[in-house]
């Protein structure tokens, strides 16, 4: 697994998902609870073959926070 690390304005429960970049499918999706500050968790790609991914946070009403892009060797 790799580990990232991100920073959240509030205590709350998070959702982080692991998108297929060509398709919009969902690959991953884990709830976790998440602290004010940084935060670190790991994430788990041996399994997924898609080589470009969006990793996307979502809060507790599945509205955004933030999208990135992953590329996996």
Do not use: H, P, R
């Not at 996307?56 to 009403?61: A, P, S």
């Amino acid at each position: 697994g790799d580990q990232i690390m991100f920073k959240l304005t509030s205590d709350s429960t998070y959702v982080m998902k692991l998108v297929d970049k060509a398709t919009n499918q969902v690959m991953s999706k884990e709830k976790i609870v998440g602290k004010v500050g940084e935060n670190m968790m790991t994430i788990y790609t041996k399994s997924i073959q898609s080589k470009y991914l969006y990793l996307v946070l979502e809060d507790g009403n599945k509205k955004q926070i933030n999208k990135t892009t992953i590329i996996l060797n």
